[in-house]
C-alpha cells in the first residue's frame, strides 16, 4: 500500500514539476563510442520546436580527454543548424592537459539557447549537433554511454 501512495506521489510532483518547468517538448539520443579527432561533430539529434516563446535547454554527457598538445585547449559546443548558440551565451566547455597526461573525465555541457548568429531559433525541425576542436587530439566517449538531450521549456528570463 505504501508503494502505491509513494508512486500516487510522485506521479503528482512529477505533473506538478512539467508545469512549472513548462517542458513542450523533450528529443534523447545516446550511444557507445570512441572518437578520436582534432575536430568533429561528435553527437546530433533532430528536434522540431512547438511554440516561438520558448527555448531549449541542451545537455551532453561523456567521457572526454585531450593529448598530445600542450597548452592547447580542446573545445566542446553545441551547434543548432550550424550555427553556434549566442543567447543568452556560448554554451562550451575546454579541457586542457599536459600532453603526458592520458587521463579521461567525465564531461558534461549543459545550457540555455534562446538565440545563434542565424537570429532566434523560430518554430519547426532543427538539427541539435555537438562539436569539438582542439589543436591536438580530442576523445569523446571512449568506452562509455554519451548522451544528448534537448529539452524545450519556457523561457525561464
Known amino acids: 500500500m505504501i508503494l502505491i ?28 563510442f570512441g572518437l578520436n579527432s582534432p575536430s568533429a ?3 546530433g539529434v533532430r528536434y522540431t520546436k512547438k511554440s516561438s516563446s520558448t527555448v531549449l535547454r541542451l545537455s551532453y554527457s561523456a567521457n572526454v580527454n585531450t593529448h598530445s598538445a600542450p597548452y592547447r585547449p580542446a573545445h566542446w559546443y553545441f551547434m543548432i543548424d550550424g550555427h553556434k548558440c549566442t ?3 556560448d554554451i562550451d566547455i575546454a579541457m586542457y592537459q599536459d600532453s603526458n597526461d592520458n587521463t ?13 548568429s542565424a537570429g532566434n531559433i523560430g518554430v519547426g525541425a532543427h538539427a541539435i549537433t555537438v562539436h569539438v576542436k582542439t589543436g591536438g587530439n ?3 566517449g ?9 529539452q524545450e521549456i519556457c523561457r525561464p528570463f
Not at 501512495?5 to 545516446?30: E, H, P
Not at 571512449?142 to 534537448?150: M, N
Request: charged share 10%.
Open 5 to 32: 501512495i509513494n508512486r500516487w506521489i510522485w506521479f503528482i510532483c512529477f505533473q506538478t514539476l512539467q508545469s512549472i518547468n513548462c517542458l513542450l517538448g523533450y528529443a534523447y539520443t545516446s550511444r557507445r
Open 41 to 43: 561533430q561528435i553527437a
Open 87 to 89: 543567447s543568452p551565451g
Open 104 to 116: 579521461h573525465v567525465p564531461g558534461y555541457l549543459t545550457g540555455i539557447c534562446q538565440a545563434t
Open 138 to 140: 580530442a576523445q569523446s
Open 142 to 150: 571512449w568506452e562509455s554511454l554519451s548522451f544528448l538531450e534537448v
